[in-house]
């Protein structure tokens, strides 16, 4: 009961809660009806349609020609040398299937980072990369990067604001739910000014800074929560899709956003204004998760360079907030949804204490990878990621207290051994090089993905694209892949053109304002820059009624996610997973050959970041 697991493992739900909106949604999606099955050789018009690039689309079907698309005024899709997807070899899926159950067996604990769960995982890992050939993922020769955690515990604290000799003490918990990612025994604010800055947003794609240049160092922000919702000039009823995605959650309507753009801009605290409605959920989920253990990276300079003090508060002690400094929220908001929105002084001084606990351990990605053939390329890196641990050991359902993490995600990091296997299995290496890397902790907060991206092995610039995989599909055959945050890259492409030419479709994830493009590893690899894709499984089943897929993801939601009974079941169909791993090759490898990187789509809030990479890395 008192194993060191069982502390982290409670913890780590609690933070999971944190990190998505709802615990229970699970990426579930409802169906829609637009198959589109067909072959190579009688679809070449669709492909132009769907690929933009008439070259491309001929190459689909001609072998392994490259044809320059240069300035195509049909669209920015970069060169590829394209074997067809039959030609590329195949994924063994009984050994996919071999190592989940090895992974997600009761040996294993539940994968917990720092446990004997997480040394038999590694060990498991690296014997299979270095079986088949693979080299070392680390420039130090080995297969492993250390990733620093630590666990803090802040003693609850009140918040003091004050105005002139006025004095109001928002009280911990009720009000007000706080932390620091300082690796120290004690964090505070004194005294320190506080500014309203609506949403606290810089979208230099929407021409939009809620900062207008004022000098933030050392006070502390008041923020709204979610990205402004800008009304449709032809339909105020309805939000503009050319801004912050419309409907869509962007990143800066994270929570984690608000807090960076403050650390960057030297700011000692933060508080989020509460609201259930653009957060997605009541304050008692904040209150619950923000409470209690805190699991974080620990930077090289032990997360100095970040906010003192990052919070919430409720949205009644918000509004009476704004009103000690005398304003009104609502006046506030509305203005905050506009360009125009200058920050507000409030006049209000914030003072908080924090002391905490910390409790320090290592954890590890595994790294290993297949060297490119071109002299040039080889530096550039192709990199597929999966998480390899889950929640451990912890509190007991139905008797069983050990979280087997089958699905998630076990059978995601034995997906990419044997994609790797694949690799390895043609006749000569791609242009680029490929990096299989499993990482850590994305249960605590993404963060082993989060630690790579922050000391990344090979340069980010030279990062050429990044697929993650987070679960796979376990019932069979799908006609469709679900790409999260579709439209956001030249990924979306690759994957559109080889679902194709599998005779499937890709579609779009039906909750684009649940942001869970924002939730998994790749996303640390995105908010850097480098290109992502976040695919997610079919809904249309081949064979099965039309409610299938809905009635299964409904059922592993409410049964198995984040639950001892997540297993390998008898039932299961890996053929569905075979052919999106075969997709999720096909992608890598022809990105690992293409004449051009990747690149983000116009208007994506990423596409400035590697840009500005790129061209850093190019006057270098
Ligand atoms: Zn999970």
Not at 257 to 277: L, M, P, Q, R, W
Request: aromatic fraction near 8%; charge should be negative.
């Amino acid at each position: 009961m008192d194993h060191p697991a069982f502390v982290l493992d409670d913890q780590a739900q609690a933070i999971d809660i944190r990190l998505t909106f709802d615990p229970r949604q699970a990426r579930a999606r409802p169906p829609r009806a637009d198959a589109w099955a067909q072959t190579c050789q009688n679809t070449t018009m669709q492909k132009v349609a769907m690929f933009f690039v008439t070259a491309l689309a001929i190459g689909a079907c001609s072998g392994s020609d490259s044809t320059p698309a240069g300035d195509s005024a049909l669209g920015p899709t970069p060169t590829v040398h394209r074997t067809p997807i039959g030609e590329l070899p195949g994924i063994d899926i009984e050994a996919v299937l071999a190592h989940t159950k090895v992974l997600s067996s009761d040996e294993y604990a539940g994968r917990a980072p720092a446990t004997k769960g997480e040394e038999l995982t590694v060990n498991y890992l690296v014997g299979q990369f270095k079986e088949m050939g693979l080299k070392p993922g680390n420039t130090d020769g080995t297969y492993i990067q250390k990733v620093p955690l630590v666990g803090i515990t802040a003693d609850p604290a009140p918040l003091v604001l004050r105005k002139g000799s006025q004095t109001v003490t928002l009280k911990w918990k009720d009000d007000v739910v706080a932390g620091t990612k300082r690796v120290a025994e004690t964090v505070a604010i004194n005294d320190s000014e506080m500014v309203f800055v609506g949403y606290g947003v810089v979208a230099p794609e929407y021409n939009w800074d809620d900062y207008k240049g004022l000098d933030v160092k050392g006070k502390t922000l008041v923020m709204l929560v979610n990205d402004p919702p800008v009304p449709d000039p032809s339909n105020s009823s309805e939000l503009d899709p050319k801004m912050f995605g419309g409907r869509a959650m962007t990143y800066y309507g994270r929570w984690t956003y608000k807090y960076d753009i403050a650390s960057e801009k030297g700011a000692a605290g933060v508080f989020i204004i509460h609201e259930t409605g653009p957060a997605g959920y009541p304050f008692d989920v904040v209150q619950g998760s923000w409470t209690g253990e805190q699991f974080d990276l620990v930077a090289p300079d032990k997360n100095m360079g970040l906010v003192a003090i990052q919070g919430w508060t409720s949205l009644d002690q918000g509004r009476k907030l704004l009103s000690m400094a005398g304003h009104d929220f609502d006046a506030l908001k509305q203005q905050a949804a506009t360009r125009e929105f200058k920050p507000v002084p409030l006049g209000v001084t914030a003072s908080m204490a924090l002391r905490n606990k910390l409790r320090t351990s290592d954890s590890q990605n595994v790294l290993a990878k297949i060297e490119g053939r071109d002299p040039t390329l080889k530096d550039e890196y192709v990199v597929y990621t999966a998480h390899w641990d889950h929640l451990g050991v912890g509190e007991p359902v139905d008797g069983d207290r050990i979280y087997n993490g089958a699905v998630d995600n076990a059978v995601g990091t034995a997906g990419i051994v044997e994609i790797a296997r694949a690799f390895t299995k043609l006749p000569e290496p791609p242009r680029r090089s490929i990096l299989f890397l499993a990482v850590t902790a994305e249960e605590q907060g993404l963060l082993g993905s989060g630690y790579y991206a922050m000391s990344p092995i090979y340069p980010l610039a030279k990062t050429a694209a990044v697929i993650n995989i987070d679960t796979l599909n376990v019932h069979g055959r799908t006609r469709d892949l679900t790409v999260v945050g579709l439209g956001a890259s030249d990924l979306d492409d690759y994957a559109r053109d080889a679902a194709g030419e599998q005779g499937r479709v890709i579609r779009p994830d039906a909750e684009p304002e649940k942001g869970f493009y924002y939730r998994s590893d790749h996303f640390n690899f995105a908010k850097q820059g480098v290109p992502a894709l976040d695919p997610d499984e079919g809904i249309e089943f081949v064979g099965k009624p039309a409610d299938f897929g809905e009635k299964v993801r409904g059922e592993y939601t409410a049964r198995d996610y984040h639950k001892p009974s997540d297993v390998v079941r008898s039932d299961w169909d890996l053929s569905g997973a075979q052919e999106d791993l075969k997709l999720f090759l096909t992608v890598g490898y022809r990105v690992a050959e293409a004449d051009r990187l990747p690149e983000w789509k116009p208007g994506n809030e990423f596409r400035a970041k590697r840009e500005e990479m790129l061209k850093k890395q190019a006057t270098n």
